[in-house]
């Protein structure tokens, strides 16, 4: 009871791919194979077929032969347990069942007739635990990885340092040789702007006795490179960092080059040599007074039908550029919409805000502050609901499994409230080998092979477009793989509908110019 091999061939008999389960010459099993396409009748029914040495057990995969090669005193039953086991592997392993996919494949394929058949015998599995068994990680090889990394980052860590201390070390022995020279310099600069300056001989506390020639630090050694007929008062002006530039030699710059080129990230301990070298503060907005209406969805819609949740919150939030606008007050106006719920800021005084829907301050004599990056927050609000008319957008999914192959047909509706925009559509895939075969598109997509996401998206959603569908092909997987589906847009409509009418300014003449940033977007938008 022994499987010889276990092979798929064309209808030629070309080997395509061939596991050997006992020792077997290769001209051996090549004969056996290349005899088989002859030993086939035309139209019979059985799946065996029977020599004076051997039994071949086989079964047609479109225009390929599944083949297992037996010794006659084998079990055929179960053999044929076997061959139908291994032609459920071979579609997982490779989706075009021809002589490139096989190619493409052969290995997995192989490893798997290995969990299969061991020393020619069956063994208990299912497609499944084979799959899982090739799949299957290795602690071992994890945690070796993981060792070498450390090794790796501590490596780069001491390399970095090293290279700062030879720099440093560089920049000191420079020093020290020019330390005699510019200390000549020094002194009769500061004997000429006399002794009695701030900035003095004192002042160094370094005395004549430091091992740079007279005992000058850094700071004094970068006033030689001053003019002579400069007032005292300028030498209390910070230094720019001659001291530090003059101590770098050309070599010590080409091996940080060097290290930089090598993709290493060096720290240089250099002051900046003015303000103007930092880096640029975010741009201010360009009216002064600016007000920012913002909601954001926390959606979860079932792919069967019905909402899981609706959780909306907004915030409306104060930005003032100077501080003498900051008298103010704000008029606004809401939708209407009763299931919003407001609440204002425990500074805000709630009766002016009840009785006139105006914000402003509990002491009028107190300015909201200024210069804030994000803004004062002033009002905020919450809707809950379970109606699923609300939903900007509506995603339905139809996955069905034909043969080997999932046909997946979406459609999106949006409702006539809002007007969307960069609605992307992301749709989880499990890995696959090539990009899946889009069919039919309103819009564009994009597969993301690393995360293995397809993306579905559309530029702008209005009331040419309140509807679209989507169809791709993809090899055969369960169909709750598809899932969740996430979403993300942005409109300019909001629930609360809320506006800024004017700007009411408590001091008098005429109010600041304002302006109203309105933003509806996602923060957690999926079909589970």
């Given at each position: ?267 240089e301990d250099v002051r900046p040599t003015s303000i103007g070298q930092t880096k640029a503060a975010a741009p201010l907005p360009i009216d002064p007074v600016t007000l920012t209406v913002e909601e954001k969805l926390n959606v979860t819609l079932r792919h069967d039908g019905g909402i899981g949740n609706f959780d909306l919150q907004g915030t409306l939030s104060l930005q003032i550029l100077n501080q003498e606008d900051g008298l103010i007050q704000v008029q606004i106006e809401t939708g209407g919409n009763p299931g919003i719920l407001f609440k204002t800021h425990p500074n805000i005084n709630k009766e002016l805000y009840s009785g006139e829907n105006i914000l402003g301050l509990k002491d009028p004599n107190r300015p909201f502050p200024a210069g804030q990056g994000d803004g004062v927050s002033l009002l905020k609000w919450r809707m809950q ?144």
């Open positions: 009871m022994v499987v010889l091999a276990a092979s798929i061939i064309s209808k030629s008999g070309k080997a395509l791919v061939s596991r050997q389960f006992v020792d077997m010459s290769r001209i051996r099993i090549e004969g056996y194979l290349a005899a088989f396409p002859k030993l086939v009748g035309i139209g019979k029914q059985h799946t065996y077929i029977e020599t004076e040495n051997v039994r071949y057990v086989y079964q047609p995969i479109e225009s390929l032969y599944l083949l297992l090669v037996t010794n006659k005193q084998s079990n055929i039953l179960e053999d044929l347990e076997t061959l139908r086991l291994l032609s459920k592997l071979v579609p997982e392993y490779s989706y075009s069942l021809d002589e490139e996919g096989i190619g493409r494949t052969a290995f997995e394929i192989l490893f798997a007739f290995d969990e299969v058949i061991s020393l020619g015998h069956k063994e208990n599995v299912t497609v499944a635990q084979v799959k899982q068994y090739g799949e299957m990680e290795s602690h071992e090889e994890k945690l070796h990885k993981l060792v070498l990394q450390s090794k790796i980052n501590e490596t780069k860590d001491v390399m970095k340092r090293k290279a700062s201390e030879i720099d440093k070390s560089k920049i000191e022995k420079n020093r020290g040789e020019k330390g005699g020279f510019m200390s000549l310099q020094s002194m009769s600069s500061r004997i000429e702007s006399g002794f009695g300056s701030e900035n003095s001989i004192s002042s160094t506390g370094g005395g004549f006795g430091g091992g740079s020639g007279f005992g000058v630090n850094t700071e004094v050694e970068s006033f030689s490179s001053k003019p002579k007929g400069r007032a005292p008062a300028s030498a209390s002006a910070p230094s720019k960092g001659l001291g530090m530039q003059l101590g770098k030699t050309q070599r010590a710059n080409q091996f940080l080059e060097s290290l930089k080129a090598e993709g290493e990230v060096i720290v609901s379970a109606d699923e008319s609300l939903v900007p957008l509506s995603i339905n999914c139809w996955p069905s499994v034909s043969g080997n192959e999932t046909y997946v047909n979406l459609e999106y509706e949006a409702s006539s409230m809002f007007g969307l925009k960069n609605v992307v559509i992301s749709i989880p895939l499990p890995a696959l080998r090539e990009a899946p075969k889009v069919q039919q598109i309103d819009g564009e997509w994009r597969y993301d092979s690393r995360k293995s996401i397809l993306e579905w998206s559309i530029v702008l959603i209005d009331n040419s477009n309140r509807s679209g569908s989507m169809e791709f092909v993809i090899p055969a997987v369960d169909t709750s793989d598809l899932f969740p589906i996430s979403v993300s847009f942005t409109s300019t409509s909001t629930f609360s509908d809320l506006k800024v009418v004017t700007i009411l300014p408590l001091k008098g003449g005429n109010p600041p110019k304002f302006s109203q940033r309105t933003l509806l977007s996602t923060e957690n938008y999926q079909v589970v």
